[in-house]
């Protein structure tokens, strides 16, 4: 028979496990001591630290150019630092775009649409493709994930062609939907969240079916919630790359052109606009930046997730 445990407090505040005959059973230490000397841990951080400083630099850089006036941008040999800041790299910027064809907040709605209506259609038909390749194995499952791998191969400048005679037999060219319905089928999304739904236990969803609930309820009351780390970080990539986008050649009318190409063009006038050239990268950068920082600790723990278990 296996003897019969029994914990007794000793005079030291702590307690001991002793089987029945009395004899002291030695328990495994729940922290283990870190072999690395603190010579070594400051050598580590001063590694890391300098690695930061230099993916930092860009960003300050930016930063720094945007506060500078026209005669230090061309200064020889260039200055990092901003000497005598001014805002009226910005001020010059923003009276430029009012004197455009259409109206500033007429850019700024097309980007909220383009970008607000492109993320969310991305997120779900992402989502609700990669339940069921996760999830449900039913003929022909592997060879639909392959070609999905597969297309993360090739760059968005080989499927441009493509994309745009697709359009055009559409005949969406020239509307919001000739850059929202692309977004909706970038396999990035597919393939992330198929990878985080996978971790999703079994059991969890068989217990659900016994329950009653229908396919559509498992994946947005359980599976969504199970995985929403995964979701938030696809939020953050397809913000990003629909904020940055220019419309190209798929949006030909003034009155449905985004803010970026609206700054991209005053910042193409020339050398007396290098500010607002200056100030336009700025803001091109620290929206999307802004809006890593407020979801920094879901990217965090997207990266650090190793699942749920059985």
Not at 281 to 296: A, H
Request: hydrophobic share 50%.
């Amino acid at each position: 028979m296996t003897p019969r445990i029994i914990s007794k407090k000793t005079h030291r505040s702590q307690f001991a496990v002793y089987d029945e005959r009395g004899r002291k059973i030695k328990l495994a230490k729940r922290g283990k001591k870190l072999s690395r000397s603190v010579a070594g841990t400051v050598a580590l951080f001063l590694f890391i630290g300098i690695f930061a400083v230099f993916m930092g630099m860009p960003m300050v850089l930016t930063i720094s150019n945007a506060l500078k006036p026209l005669d230090e941008l061309f200064y020889f040999p260039p200055r990092f630092f901003v000497r005598n800041p001014t805002f009226s790299n910005f001020s010059d910027l923003f009276m430029s775009l009012q004197q455009t064809w259409v109206p500033f907040a007429r850019y700024l709605l097309n980007s909220f649409i383009i970008t607000g209506f492109g993320t969310v259609g991305h997120l779900i038909f992402a989502s609700a493709a990669a339940y069921p390749l996760a999830k449900n194995k039913f003929p022909g499952s592997r060879i639909l994930m392959s070609i999905v791998i597969l297309s993360l191969m090739f760059s968005p400048v080989v499927t441009g062609i493509p994309n745009f005679l697709i359009i055009t037999q559409l005949r969406m060219v020239d509307t919001y939907w000739a850059l929202i319905l692309p977004a909706f089928s970038a396999s990035l999304g597919l393939y992330l969240m198929k990878q985080f739904m996978e971790q999703v236990p079994d059991s969890l969803i068989e217990s659900a079916r016994i329950d009653g609930c229908s396919e559509f309820s498992i994946w947005w009351n359980i599976v969504m919630p199970n995985v929403k780390p995964a979701w938030l970080t696809l939020i953050i990539l397809q913000f990003q790359a629909l904020w940055a986008t220019t419309g190209g050649v798929f949006l030909q009318s003034e009155e449905l052109k985004p803010l970026t190409f609206a700054m991209n063009q005053v910042a193409l006038g020339g050398i007396a606009r290098a500010g607002e050239g200056a100030a336009v990268m700025f803001i091109t950068m620290m929206v999307p930046v802004t809006f890593f920082v407020i979801s920094q600790s879901r990217i965090v723990e997207t990266m650090a997730t190793s699942g749920m278990k059985e």
